[in-house]
C-alpha cells in the first residue's frame, strides 16, 4: 500500500526539522560567557626592562575579563574600566578577532580558542606575553 503524498511530505518536513534542530546546536556560541585570566607567561629581555616592570605588566593583564555578551559584543575589562568591542570568531582557524570601532573594521586577533581556553599572545618591543583564559562562568 502507498502512503498518500500529502504524507510523506510530511514526514520529511519533520525529519528536516528534527536534522534542522540538531544542526542549530553546534551553531551555538562557544565564547558566550565570562572569561577570566587564569595564566600570564611573560618572556622578556632583563636587559630592556626591570623585574618590578614585568611584575606589573603581568599583574594588570591578570585585570583583564573578557565577557562575550552574544554573537558580536564583547565587553572587555580592566580594572574598573570596561570597553565594547565587535567580535567575530573563526571556527576554521579558532581565531577570535575584536574591534572597537564600526562592524568588522580595524580586526584585531584577540586571540585562539583550544580547549576551552582562549591564549593570547602579544609582542612587544622588550618581549611577549601570552595570557591564557578560562571561562568562570
Not at 585585570?63 to 570596561?82: A, I, M, P, R, Y
Not at 567575530?88 to 580558542?113: C, P, Q, R, W
Not at 601570552?130 to 562562568?137: D, I
Amino acid at each position: 500500500m502507498r502512503m498518500p503524498s500529502f504524507y510523506r511530505s510530511l514526514i520529511v518536513v519533520l525529519l528536516l526539522a528534527l536534522l534542522g534542530s540538531c544542526n542549530d546546536e553546534s551553531k551555538k556560541n562557544t565564547l558566550k560567557g565570562i572569561w577570566t585570566v587564569a595564566d600570564v607567561k611573560t618572556e622578556f629581555d632583563e636587559n630592556k626592562v626591570n623585574p618590578g616592570t614585568l611584575e606589573q605588566v603581568a599583574e594588570l593583564e591578570k585585570q583583564t575579563v573578557l565577557h562575550f555578551e552574544n554573537d558580536t559584543l564583547l565587553v572587555l575589562s580592566v580594572g574598573d574600566s570596561k570597553f565594547n568591542a565587535f567580535y567575530t570568531y573563526d571556527a576554521a582557524s579558532s581565531k577570535i578577532f575584536f574591534s572597537f570601532d564600526a562592524k568588522g573594521v580595524n580586526m584585531n586577533e584577540l586571540g585562539v580558542l583550544r580547549n576551552d581556553t582562549i591564549f593570547a599572545d602579544s609582542e612587544t618591543p622588550v618581549g611577549k606575553i601570552r595570557v591564557f583564559y578560562s571561562r568562570s562562568n
